[in-house]
Protein backbone atom coordinates (compact mmCIF):
# COMPACT_ATOMS: atom_id res chain seq x y z
CA UNK A 1 0.00 0.00 0.00
CA UNK A 2 2.80 2.14 0.32
CA UNK A 3 3.91 1.30 -2.87
CA UNK A 4 0.37 2.08 -4.13
CA UNK A 5 0.41 5.33 -2.42
CA UNK A 6 3.50 6.32 -4.23
CA UNK A 7 2.29 5.34 -7.82
CA UNK A 8 -1.30 7.38 -7.28
CA UNK A 9 0.84 9.97 -6.25
CA UNK A 10 2.95 9.87 -8.96
CA UNK A 11 -0.08 10.17 -11.32
CA UNK A 12 -1.45 13.00 -10.04
CA UNK A 13 2.21 15.04 -10.54
CA UNK A 14 2.30 14.10 -14.19
CA UNK A 15 -1.43 15.17 -14.82
CA UNK A 16 -0.90 18.46 -12.79
CA UNK A 17 2.78 18.68 -15.37
CA UNK A 18 0.50 18.25 -18.41
CA UNK A 19 -2.08 20.98 -16.88
CA UNK A 20 -4.34 22.54 -19.30
CA UNK A 21 -2.23 22.58 -22.22
CA UNK A 22 -4.38 19.04 -22.83
CA UNK A 23 -7.88 19.60 -22.88
CA UNK A 24 -9.25 17.19 -19.59
CA UNK A 25 -11.60 14.99 -21.91
CA UNK A 26 -8.32 14.79 -24.29
CA UNK A 27 -6.13 14.00 -21.39
CA UNK A 28 -8.47 10.94 -19.96
CA UNK A 29 -8.45 9.59 -23.49
CA UNK A 30 -4.88 9.75 -24.44
CA UNK A 31 -4.28 8.04 -20.99
CA UNK A 32 -6.49 5.40 -21.63
CA UNK A 33 -5.58 4.74 -25.27
CA UNK A 34 -1.40 4.76 -24.27
CA UNK A 35 -2.58 2.20 -21.64
CA UNK A 36 -4.27 -0.09 -23.88
CA UNK A 37 -0.58 -1.65 -24.56
CA UNK A 38 -0.75 -3.13 -20.85
CA UNK A 39 -3.87 -5.48 -22.00
CA UNK A 40 -2.06 -6.77 -24.60
CA UNK A 41 -1.18 -10.55 -22.60
CA UNK A 42 -4.98 -10.53 -21.96
CA UNK A 43 -6.06 -10.18 -25.03
CA UNK A 44 -6.29 -14.44 -25.33
CA UNK A 45 -8.62 -14.20 -22.07
CA UNK A 46 -10.52 -11.97 -23.67
CA UNK A 47 -11.56 -13.90 -26.99
CA UNK A 48 -12.23 -17.03 -24.63
CA UNK A 49 -15.28 -14.97 -22.48
CA UNK A 50 -18.49 -14.99 -23.70
CA UNK A 51 -20.66 -12.12 -22.48
CA UNK A 52 -24.33 -11.92 -22.90
CA UNK A 53 -25.78 -8.62 -24.13
CA UNK A 54 -27.14 -7.66 -20.51
CA UNK A 55 -23.57 -7.80 -19.52
CA UNK A 56 -22.73 -6.42 -21.98
CA UNK A 57 -24.59 -3.38 -21.81
CA UNK A 58 -24.08 -3.14 -18.00
CA UNK A 59 -20.22 -3.13 -19.07
CA UNK A 60 -21.17 -0.18 -21.17
CA UNK A 61 -23.10 2.10 -18.25
CA UNK A 62 -19.83 1.09 -16.69
CA UNK A 63 -17.61 2.07 -18.64
CA UNK A 64 -19.13 5.67 -19.23
CA UNK A 65 -19.74 6.40 -15.71
CA UNK A 66 -16.13 5.68 -15.42
CA UNK A 67 -15.60 7.67 -18.33
CA UNK A 68 -17.51 11.21 -16.94
CA UNK A 69 -15.94 10.91 -13.49
CA UNK A 70 -12.15 10.63 -15.27
CA UNK A 71 -12.90 13.74 -16.91
CA UNK A 72 -14.16 15.24 -14.06
CA UNK A 73 -11.01 14.25 -12.23
CA UNK A 74 -8.72 15.27 -14.90
CA UNK A 75 -10.76 18.76 -14.76
CA UNK A 76 -10.41 19.16 -11.15
CA UNK A 77 -6.63 18.54 -10.64
CA UNK A 78 -5.98 21.93 -13.00
CA UNK A 79 -8.03 23.80 -11.21
CA UNK A 80 -7.42 23.02 -7.00
CA UNK A 81 -4.52 21.75 -5.07
CA UNK A 82 -3.16 17.89 -5.26
CA UNK A 83 -3.98 18.18 -1.76
CA UNK A 84 -7.54 18.89 -1.90
CA UNK A 85 -8.03 16.47 -4.79
CA UNK A 86 -6.51 13.86 -3.17
CA UNK A 87 -8.84 14.15 0.05
CA UNK A 88 -11.89 14.55 -1.96
CA UNK A 89 -11.51 11.47 -3.30
CA UNK A 90 -11.50 9.37 -0.62
CA UNK A 91 -15.63 9.88 -0.73
CA UNK A 92 -15.77 7.18 -3.17
CA UNK A 93 -16.15 4.50 -0.92
CA UNK A 94 -19.10 6.53 1.17
CA UNK A 95 -20.85 6.87 -1.60
CA UNK A 96 -20.57 3.26 -2.88
CA UNK A 97 -21.75 1.91 0.84
CA UNK A 98 -24.55 4.55 0.39
CA UNK A 99 -25.09 3.42 -3.38
CA UNK A 100 -24.87 0.00 -1.89
CA UNK A 101 -27.94 0.25 0.42
CA UNK A 102 -30.12 1.80 -2.10
CA UNK A 103 -29.19 -0.84 -4.78
CA UNK A 104 -28.63 -3.64 -3.40
CA UNK A 105 -30.64 -3.33 -0.39
CA UNK A 106 -28.00 -3.42 2.16
CA UNK A 107 -28.74 -2.22 5.55
CA UNK A 108 -27.43 0.79 6.93
CA UNK A 109 -26.46 0.30 10.99
CA UNK A 110 -26.28 3.57 12.76
CA UNK A 111 -23.08 3.42 13.27
CA UNK A 112 -22.27 3.15 9.49
CA UNK A 113 -24.75 6.48 9.11
CA UNK A 114 -23.16 8.33 12.18
CA UNK A 115 -19.41 7.59 9.89
CA UNK A 116 -21.34 9.04 6.48
CA UNK A 117 -22.12 12.07 8.60
CA UNK A 118 -18.56 12.45 9.43
CA UNK A 119 -17.23 11.82 6.50
CA UNK A 120 -19.54 14.70 4.54
CA UNK A 121 -18.34 16.91 7.70
CA UNK A 122 -15.02 16.24 6.94
CA UNK A 123 -15.79 17.56 2.85
CA UNK A 124 -17.46 20.79 4.52
CA UNK A 125 -14.24 21.19 6.29
CA UNK A 126 -11.97 21.06 3.03
CA UNK A 127 -14.35 22.93 0.94
CA UNK A 128 -15.62 25.22 3.96
CA UNK A 129 -18.66 27.07 1.94
CA UNK A 130 -18.96 30.92 3.29
CA UNK A 131 -15.56 31.32 4.55
CA UNK A 132 -13.94 30.67 1.04
CA UNK A 133 -14.94 30.51 -2.61
CA UNK A 134 -16.19 27.16 -3.73
CA UNK A 135 -14.68 26.32 -6.97
CA UNK A 136 -15.43 24.46 -10.15
CA UNK A 137 -13.09 22.40 -9.42
CA UNK A 138 -14.48 21.33 -6.07
CA UNK A 139 -17.53 20.44 -7.69
CA UNK A 140 -15.97 18.33 -10.28
CA UNK A 141 -14.70 16.39 -7.18
CA UNK A 142 -17.26 16.04 -5.70
CA UNK A 143 -18.89 14.37 -9.14
CA UNK A 144 -15.90 12.45 -9.66
CA UNK A 145 -16.73 10.59 -6.65
CA UNK A 146 -20.19 9.87 -7.23
CA UNK A 147 -19.41 8.46 -10.61
CA UNK A 148 -16.56 6.34 -9.75
CA UNK A 149 -19.17 5.42 -6.77
CA UNK A 150 -21.68 4.31 -9.53
CA UNK A 151 -18.83 2.43 -11.03
CA UNK A 152 -17.26 0.67 -8.65
CA UNK A 153 -20.78 -0.77 -7.82
CA UNK A 154 -21.55 -1.69 -11.50
CA UNK A 155 -17.89 -3.40 -10.93
CA UNK A 156 -18.93 -5.58 -7.70
CA UNK A 157 -22.48 -6.86 -9.99
CA UNK A 158 -19.89 -8.14 -12.72
CA UNK A 159 -17.22 -9.31 -10.16
CA UNK A 160 -20.05 -11.79 -9.39
CA UNK A 161 -19.82 -13.41 -13.09
CA UNK A 162 -16.23 -12.40 -14.91
CA UNK A 163 -12.84 -13.20 -13.51
CA UNK A 164 -11.37 -9.65 -12.23
CA UNK A 165 -8.85 -9.78 -14.77
CA UNK A 166 -11.93 -9.63 -17.49
CA UNK A 167 -13.63 -6.82 -15.34
CA UNK A 168 -10.75 -4.62 -15.31
CA UNK A 169 -10.13 -5.20 -19.02
CA UNK A 170 -13.26 -4.05 -19.88
CA UNK A 171 -13.43 -1.37 -18.17
CA UNK A 172 -10.09 -0.04 -19.84
CA UNK A 173 -11.44 -0.55 -23.14
CA UNK A 174 -15.33 0.62 -22.55
CA UNK A 175 -13.42 3.66 -21.23
CA UNK A 176 -12.11 4.61 -23.53
CA UNK A 177 -14.59 4.34 -26.06
CA UNK A 178 -16.62 6.36 -24.06
CA UNK A 179 -14.19 9.00 -23.88
CA UNK A 180 -13.20 9.39 -27.50
CA UNK A 181 -16.33 11.42 -28.44
CA UNK A 182 -15.68 14.08 -25.81
CA UNK A 183 -11.51 13.97 -26.32
CA UNK A 184 -12.86 14.67 -30.28
CA UNK A 185 -15.00 17.73 -29.11
CA UNK A 186 -12.17 19.36 -28.00
CA UNK A 187 -8.67 17.82 -29.69
CA UNK A 188 -5.74 19.53 -29.49
CA UNK A 189 -2.63 18.31 -30.97
CA UNK A 190 -0.60 16.89 -27.84
CA UNK A 191 3.16 17.67 -28.64
CA UNK A 192 5.65 14.66 -27.67
CA UNK A 193 6.43 15.98 -23.89
CA UNK A 194 2.36 15.66 -23.17
CA UNK A 195 2.08 12.06 -24.95
CA UNK A 196 5.44 11.38 -23.00
CA UNK A 197 3.61 12.41 -19.04
CA UNK A 198 0.19 10.75 -20.13
CA UNK A 199 1.75 7.50 -20.99
CA UNK A 200 3.56 8.03 -17.30
CA UNK A 201 0.51 8.81 -16.32
CA UNK A 202 -1.07 5.11 -17.47
CA UNK A 203 1.89 3.39 -16.39
CA UNK A 204 1.96 4.57 -13.00
CA UNK A 205 -1.64 3.84 -12.73
CA UNK A 206 -1.17 0.33 -13.68
CA UNK A 207 1.40 -0.30 -11.27
CA UNK A 208 -0.63 1.24 -8.63
CA UNK A 209 -3.78 -0.98 -9.53
CA UNK A 210 -1.48 -4.02 -9.79
CA UNK A 211 0.71 -3.60 -6.03
CA UNK A 212 -3.09 -2.27 -4.33
CA UNK A 213 -4.11 -5.97 -5.41
CA UNK A 214 -1.19 -7.37 -4.23
CA UNK A 215 -1.59 -5.44 -0.79
CA UNK A 216 -5.26 -6.75 -1.02
CA UNK A 217 -3.98 -10.32 -1.22
CA UNK A 218 -1.54 -9.92 1.54
CA UNK A 219 -3.43 -8.68 4.27
CA UNK A 220 -6.77 -7.50 5.03
CA UNK A 221 -9.26 -4.09 4.56
CA UNK A 222 -8.58 -3.27 7.93
CA UNK A 223 -4.76 -2.97 7.66
CA UNK A 224 -4.49 -1.32 4.42
CA UNK A 225 -7.13 1.16 4.44
CA UNK A 226 -5.62 3.08 7.28
CA UNK A 227 -2.16 3.40 4.85
CA UNK A 228 -3.94 5.28 1.96
CA UNK A 229 -4.10 8.42 4.17
CA UNK A 230 -0.14 8.74 3.63
CA UNK A 231 -1.72 9.44 0.39
CA UNK A 232 -2.53 12.90 1.16
CA UNK A 233 0.68 13.26 3.49
CA UNK A 234 2.25 12.93 0.15
CA UNK A 235 0.42 14.81 -2.01
CA UNK A 236 0.37 17.78 0.44
CA UNK A 237 4.25 17.90 0.35
CA UNK A 238 4.50 16.94 -3.21
CA UNK A 239 1.95 19.84 -4.23
CA UNK A 240 3.73 22.39 -1.53
CA UNK A 241 7.66 21.37 -2.70
CA UNK A 242 7.16 20.79 -6.37
CA UNK A 243 4.41 23.28 -7.88
CA UNK A 244 4.02 26.01 -4.77
CA UNK A 245 1.07 25.16 -3.52
CA UNK A 246 0.16 26.29 0.09
CA UNK A 247 -0.41 23.76 2.96
CA UNK A 248 -3.80 23.51 4.19
CA UNK A 249 -4.32 22.21 7.46
CA UNK A 250 -8.06 22.54 6.98
CA UNK A 251 -7.64 19.93 4.21
CA UNK A 252 -5.70 17.61 6.15
CA UNK A 253 -8.11 17.87 8.74
CA UNK A 254 -11.43 16.79 6.55
CA UNK A 255 -8.93 14.17 5.02
CA UNK A 256 -8.40 12.71 8.07
CA UNK A 257 -12.43 12.60 8.88
CA UNK A 258 -13.07 11.51 5.55
CA UNK A 259 -10.22 8.57 5.81
CA UNK A 260 -11.55 7.59 9.41
CA UNK A 261 -15.01 6.96 8.15
CA UNK A 262 -13.80 4.73 5.56
CA UNK A 263 -11.47 2.59 8.34
CA UNK A 264 -14.08 2.50 10.56
CA UNK A 265 -16.82 1.00 8.00
CA UNK A 266 -14.12 -1.25 6.74
CA UNK A 267 -13.63 -2.48 10.29
CA UNK A 268 -17.08 -3.31 10.68
CA UNK A 269 -17.63 -4.64 7.42
CA UNK A 270 -14.62 -7.30 8.46
CA UNK A 271 -15.78 -7.47 12.05
CA UNK A 272 -19.54 -8.95 10.67
CA UNK A 273 -17.85 -10.96 8.17
CA UNK A 274 -15.94 -12.87 10.87
CA UNK A 275 -18.55 -13.26 13.01
CA UNK A 276 -20.35 -15.38 9.99
CA UNK A 277 -17.61 -17.20 9.55
CA UNK A 278 -17.06 -18.26 12.87
CA UNK A 279 -19.42 -20.88 13.74
CA UNK A 280 -21.63 -20.63 17.25
CA UNK A 281 -19.89 -23.04 20.64
CA UNK A 282 -22.34 -26.13 19.94
CA UNK A 283 -21.24 -26.20 16.21
CA UNK A 284 -17.79 -27.20 17.52
CA UNK A 285 -18.68 -30.34 19.21
CA UNK A 286 -18.25 -33.55 17.94
Known sequence: MLVTGANFVAVTALVKLVGTGVPAPQAAFLR??????FLLPMLGLLRRVRIDRATLALYGWRGLAHALGVICWFYAMTRI???????????NPI?????AALVFGEKLAARRILAIAVAFIGVLVILRPGFREVSDGHVAMLFTALFFGGSYLMAKRLS???????VVAMLSISVTIALAPFALAVWVTPTLTQLAWLFGVAFFATAGHYSMTMA????????TQPVT????????????????????GWVILGGAMIVGAVVFITWREAMLKRRAMTPPPEATKL
Open 229 to 248: FLQLVWATLLGWLVFGEAVD
Open 32 to 37: YVLGLV
Open 160 to 166: ERDSAAV
Open 95 to 99: YVTIG
Open 81 to 91: PIAEVTAMNYL
Open 216 to 223: FRAAPLTV
